[in-house]
């Protein structure tokens, strides 16, 4: 089992919700399905308010950490919802839990069993230094098993537009290069390496670039002074701290090289000896000049491969059974619970590591997933269809999720008539919800029409199939889909992306709007064919000279020849609109298509307005 006490978890949220929510939340605590039906027809929708509101806050919460697949925040996230599960007496699988296992590839990892770097020095002793204490390898494309001669080279950087090049007067080639993190004169504002700000030249891929120009084999990095602080807390990176480098990359420990210099102290230019890395820094602050060499008598042998590290993760699955003749056939209701973790993949944020929250992205769809799980099973009466309720994992590494189910589908396909998906339903701007892949059904036109009743939404019905959501894997099964949107924003796959951008009552109008078309669509006799319904033509050809727009000819069979339109007619107004260019029309017909709309003319020297159905006959 995922969870060794999901009612104890169930009741610790509950107590968590409560405590933010208010006493008006009806509930709290996992109920049978009939007590819980008795309360939910009881809550306010105030109370809907909060708890969708408090959902979409926790499941974007720092504790999350962004919900990336194989870590501990998006486990917080599928306790939660498997908790809402519960409580509201949604059903789960037949194996008693509400997963459905996958494993995803996740980040590239450092073999342990197959690394090592020893250290040789002049008297033949070696030293075998200890992953992940004394030194970290970084993460590499390839692996490698590689010997070679430690020669110092300072900062390991080029910069000929500064004048400074560690590599000038030192032969690296098929050497292995130990260099100090970051650049000179840090603590100078008037450095020329840009004051005290950071230049490019302390990042580590441009080090390596200039390492492997100079012809060295491999790279040992200590971090500087600054960075480390007391030698004691020097701490050593993460793996993949640099991405993934193409050439042999390990950082060790300051303690690990000043015991060398110690013994084999470097050499100024005025002879002095250097016998610590605090020493070498000051001389090249001090002077910003070089003083790579060989670290006499001492070499490395350096090897290292990679893996590819598997993770375990989950679409959270319930199910509402329906009743009635088409009680076998299911609907699936989905949206990703999954986003960006710290930023390793995906992010727009420049490679910023901070936790990227996906509050719009897609905590707002998980949130409806699971308000309509509650209001479906709630509600006292079935849906005439099964709906299967999805929170799908690994939607930002690639649909992965969504994939695995039309893959390995718990009901067959072939019985599922339609997928309904949320992905970012939190910034509705100007009242318009965007249906994307509407016209995958010629019946769900009308279906999307009838749901707007009462709620009154602009929507918006894209002409382009829009593939980059978890409707997509049921679209290629040619299963009727629909991906419901209030549209991207600028913090999307940024760190901004949080709780308090979201406009939570737009949402929870989306899901008033949803369960309408959810519950048509399960109430309907015939299930809905797939393929686009034949484009709206109006049946006329239109002139626009001189501002007077006259219809030259009527389409036989047409909706404007079932209006009663004729040839000669000359078009005065739409719906209270003066129409004097063709495009007007136009516009009216993709905005208003399946609605009537009175058309006022001209005929002859006498006016009349006409109904106008737009939508083809029959």
Not at 250 to 265: F, T
Not at 387 to 416: K, Q, S, W
Not at 566 to 581: F, H, M, P, R, S
Request: hydrophobic share 35%; glycine share 10%; charged share 30%.
């Amino acid at each position: 089992m995922r969870l060794k006490n999901i009612t104890t978890i169930a009741a610790a949220i509950a107590m968590a919700a409560s405590s933010w929510m208010g006493s008006e939340v009806i509930g709290q605590t996992a109920t049978a399905d009939s007590d819980q039906a008795t309360q939910e027809s009881t809550v306010s929708r105030e109370a809907m308010l909060k708890r969708v509101t408090y959902d979409i806050k926790y499941m974007s919460s720092d504790e999350m950490g962004g919900r990336q697949p194989g870590t501990p925040g998006i486990k917080l996230c599928e306790d939660y919802i498997v908790a809402e599960y519960k409580k509201a007496g949604i059903k789960p699988l037949e194996d008693g839990t509400y997963f459905q296992e996958m494993e995803v590839r996740g980040s590239r990892g450092v073999d342990k069993e197959k690394t090592s770097l020893v250290l040789t020095g002049p008297d033949g002793k070696t030293q075998e230094l200890k992953l992940g204490k004394q030194y970290q390898q970084l993460l590499g494309r390839a692996g490698f098993d590689i010997t070679g001669e430690l020669v110092f080279v300072g900062y390991g950087i080029e910069a000929e537009d500064l004048n400074y090049n560690d590599y000038e007067k030192v032969d690296v080639k098929d050497k292995i290069v130990v260099l100090v993190r970051m650049e000179p004169q840090q603590e100078k504002d008037d450095s020329v390496f840009d004051g005290t700000d950071t230049t490019r030249y302390a990042s580590g891929r441009i080090k390596a670039n200039a390492a492997r120009k100079a012809g060295a084999k491999a790279i040992l990095m200590v971090n500087d002074s600054l960075t480390a602080g007391e030698d004691a807390q020097d701490d050593l990176i993460a793996p993949d701290r640099f991405g993934t480098t193409t050439m042999p990359f390990a950082q060790v420990k300051r303690n690990v090289i000043n015991k060398i210099l110690k013994s084999n102290p470097l050499v100024a230019a005025n002879g002095n000896k250097i016998k610590n890395l605090k020493g070498v820094e000051k001389l090249i602050d001090e002077t910003l000049e070089p003083i790579s060499q060989p670290m006499e008598g001492w070499s490395a042998t350096f090897k290292s491969d990679f893996k590819q590290n598997m993770i375990k993760t989950y679409n959270i699955v319930g199910v509402v059974e329906g009743e009635g003749p088409n009680a076998d056939e299911t609907i699936v209701i989905g949206g990703h619970y999954d986003h960006l973790g710290m930023g390793q993949y995906g992010s727009r944020a420049g490679g910023r590591r901070e936790i990227h929250n996906g509050a719009d992205d897609n905590a707002t769809g998980t949130a409806a997933v699971i308000e309509l799980a509650r209001r479906f099973q709630a509600s006292g009466k079935k849906p005439g269809r099964r709906l299967v309720f999805i929170c799908f994992t690994a939607e930002e590494m690639g649909l992965l999720g969504a994939r695995h189910y039309v893959d390995n589908p718990i009901f067959p396909l072939e019985n599922t008539i339609a997928m309904v998906n949320f992905d970012m339903i939190g910034w509705l701007r100007n009242n318009r919800l965007t249906l994307y892949n509407w016209d995958t059904s010629p019946d769900f036109d009308s279906i999307f029409e009838a749901s707007n009743e009462g709620i009154d939404f602009e929507l918006v019905k894209p002409t382009n199939r829009f593939g980059g959501s978890d409707h997509l894997p049921f679209n290629g099964k040619r299963i009727p889909n629909t991906f419901i949107h209030t549209g991207t924003n600028a913090v999307y796959h940024t760190p901004e992306d949080d709780f308090e951008a979201i406009d939570c009552e737009g949402a929870l109008k989306v899901i008033d709007y949803s369960e309408n078309f959810v519950r048509r669509l399960a109430d309907m006799e015939k299930r809905p064919s797939y393929g686009r319904a034949e484009p709206f033509r109006l049946g006329v050809l239109l002139d626009d000279e001189n501002d007077i727009v006259t219809v030259e000819r009527v389409t036989e069979g047409s909706a404007a020849e079932v209006a009663g339109l004729q040839a000669g007619d000359v078009v005065l107004e739409v719906d209270g609109e003066k129409i004097t260019k063709r495009r007007q029309m136009s516009l009216i017909i993709r905005r208003d298509k399946g609605k009537t709309v009175k058309v006022k003319l001209k005929r002859d020297d006498a006016e009349m307005t006409l109904k106008v159905l737009l939508k083809n006959p029959g």
